[in-house]
């Protein structure tokens, strides 16, 4: 940095001082903020591929219950069978604080309380297998909106930490080293003017004693 673009004065120190003890403490907040996001996000991740491996398999599960269904009934009859569902499920988000993050909050309403009404034909001309595949279904889609929850949460706090840790290196090695050069500028020039004011001041003494009794060293 050029030493003409600071201005070396008292005032100009005091404020670059004030301005550096404001940097250091929010360094230390935001250091403090990234480590406390980056606990909550692993603890975040590590549910969340829990979540992921106990859907993916359920899914897995359900599809079986599925070509089972399949085997024993015509696609025409599975067309028709779940051609008009009886159960309905409404969707409402929410937000939640965690460290300045606002991640999303599902929660789910079904339209009846009914637990068969999740089954949209009778029982007389399908089988146990569709039964089965569809409860299946039912049965994970809790999860499947808690996984989806999860993931975006993990997604907005993987950002936050990064815009966290960028702050935090810009203070780091930009902002407060750059304020601790001005300042040891502006100590160094005003210890030097101080200098220079002394020996000016020794001279005019010498010069007002040797006119007042005329006498040289």
Do not use: W
């Not at 250091?31 to 491996?53: G, I, P, T, W, Y």
């Not at 001309?125 to 999860?143: G, N, R």
């Amino acid at each position: 940095m050029a030493s003409t673009q600071i201005n070396p004065t008292r005032m100009e120190l005091t404020r670059l001082k004030r301005k550096l003890v404001t940097a250091r403490r929010g360094h230390k907040l935001l250091k403090d903020k990234r480590d406390e996001l980056m606990r909550q996000f692993l603890d975040m991740v590590r549910e969340n591929k829990a979540l992921r491996e106990r859907v993916e398999k359920n899914i897995a599960d359900a599809n079986k219950n599925f070509v089972l269904a399949s085997a024993s009934a015509s696609v025409e009859v599975l067309k028709v069978a779940l051609m008009a569902p009886k159960q309905q499920v409404s969707l409402s988000c929410s937000k939640r604080n965690v460290m300045s993050v606002e991640i999303p909050v599902f929660e789910t309403k079904m339209k009846t309380s009914d637990a068969n009404d999740i089954y949209s034909y009778g029982f007389a001309f399908t089988s146990s297998d569709l039964d089965d595949a569809v409860k299946s279904l039912a049965d994970i889609l809790p999860d499947m909106l808690l996984l989806a929850q999860k993931e975006k949460s993990c997604q907005m706090m993987a950002q936050e930490i990064e815009k966290t840790r960028r702050r935090v290196n810009a203070l780091e090695h930009v902002m407060i080293p750059d304020l601790e050069y001005k300042i040891k500028y502006i100590s160094m020039k005003l210890d030097e003017n101080e200098r220079s004011t002394q020996v000016r001041l020794m001279k005019v003494k010498d010069m007002m004693l040797k006119r007042a009794h005329n006498y040289h060293y």
